[in-house]
């Protein structure tokens, strides 16, 4: 749905698997299906429209064969977690994912950068008090750019989208020092491109790509993802 995000999803993936060849990396069926309504103006407006294709979308990836599958866009969550129980393979959770990341690599807590429709489903916020990990808010003024910084890579405006981030982000640590959770998956990019310290931040592409990795390598045989 994103597709900078998937590309550099990808790109993780294959720097995390256990492999020394070719032959070794797990075999990847790529639906990248950009044409699916925007997800947080869904959200916003409580309209369903992302929910069928993005179901069809993980069908029709199980029928191309997947064992794993694997959704490298945040917000799409609050529908995958809608179908989820009527697929047939399991689904690493994005979201489990970073927030297990994150309790390891920061455990007083962090703030959540993500898109608005994310932030809004509650997605973090409720599994982060399940964990009772403490996961800072953005105010209004800092969530729109944050928003902003997110479309701004989408539109392959990266540069633009990094320095958007930057000024988010620092007025959040002007707040509270804490790590960022990049909970949207084009923030990991805009971080980046931001020239931010890595260790002060908390990926969910990376977090998505270790779990998934964790999970294709623990048979013996590498199973094969669908994303």
Same mark, same amino acid.
């Given at each position: 749905?994103?597709?900078?995000?998937?590309?550099?999803?990808?790109?993780? =993936?294959?720097?995390?698997?256990?492999?020394?060849?070719?032959?070794?990396?797990?075999?990847?069926?790529?639906?990248? %299906?950009?044409?699916?309504?925007?997800?947080?103006?869904?959200?916003?407006?409580? +309209? +369903?429209?992302? =929910?069928?294709?993005? /179901?069809?979308?993980?069908?029709?990836?199980?029928?191309?064969?997947?064992?794993?599958?694997?959704? #490298?866009?945040?917000?799409?969550?609050?529908?995958?977690? !809608?179908?989820?129980?009527?697929?047939?393979?399991?689904?690493?959770?994005?979201?489990?994912?970073?927030? /297990?990341?994150?309790?390891?690599?920061?455990?007083?807590?962090?703030?959540?950068?993500?898109?608005?429709?994310?932030?809004?489903?509650? =997605?973090?916020?409720? /599994?982060?008090?399940?964990?009772?990990?403490?996961?800072?808010? *953005?105010?209004?003024?800092?969530?729109? !750019?944050?928003?902003?910084?997110?479309?701004?890579?989408?539109?392959?405006?990266? +540069?633009?989208?990094? %320095?958007?981030?930057?000024?988010?982000?620092?007025?959040?640590?002007?707040?509270?020092?804490? *790590?960022?959770?990049?909970?949207?998956?084009?923030? #990991?990019?805009?971080?980046?491109?931001?020239?931010? #310290? #890595? %260790?002060?931040?908390?990926?969910?592409?990376?977090?998505?790509?270790?779990?998934?990795? +964790?999970?294709?390598?623990?048979?013996?045989?590498?199973?094969?993802?669908?994303?």
């Amino acid at each position: 749905m994103g597709p900078a995000a998937t590309a550099e999803f990808l790109r993780l =993936l294959a720097l995390r698997v256990p492999a020394r060849s070719d032959q070794e990396h797990p075999r990847i069926v790529l639906l990248s %299906e950009p044409s699916i309504p925007d997800r947080t103006e869904a959200l916003l407006a409580g +309209d +369903d429209t992302p =929910l069928r294709p993005i /179901r069809d979308g993980l069908r029709t990836l199980v029928s191309w064969g997947a064992d794993l599958l694997a959704v #490298p866009c945040n917000t799409a969550h609050a529908y995958v977690d !809608r179908v989820s129980a009527q697929l047939p393979v399991p689904l690493v959770h994005i979201v489990d994912a970073t927030l /297990r990341m994150a309790r390891l690599a920061s455990p007083p807590g962090a703030w959540l950068t993500a898109t608005t429709g994310t932030v809004a489903s509650g =997605l973090y916020q409720e /599994r982060a008090a399940g964990l009772g990990y403490p996961l800072l808010v *953005p105010d209004e003024a800092e969530q729109h !750019r944050i928003h902003h910084a997110a479309s701004l890579v989408k539109a392959n405006r990266t +540069d633009e989208g990094g %320095e958007v981030f930057a000024s988010a982000v620092a007025a959040l640590w002007q707040r509270d020092p804490r *790590p960022v959770v990049t909970a949207c998956t084009e923030l #990991p990019i805009a971080y980046a491109a931001a020239g931010l #310290p #890595p %260790e002060a931040a908390v990926s969910s592409l990376d977090a998505l790509a270790t779990a998934c990795a +964790d999970e294709l390598y623990r048979a013996a045989t590498p199973l094969r993802i669908a994303v």
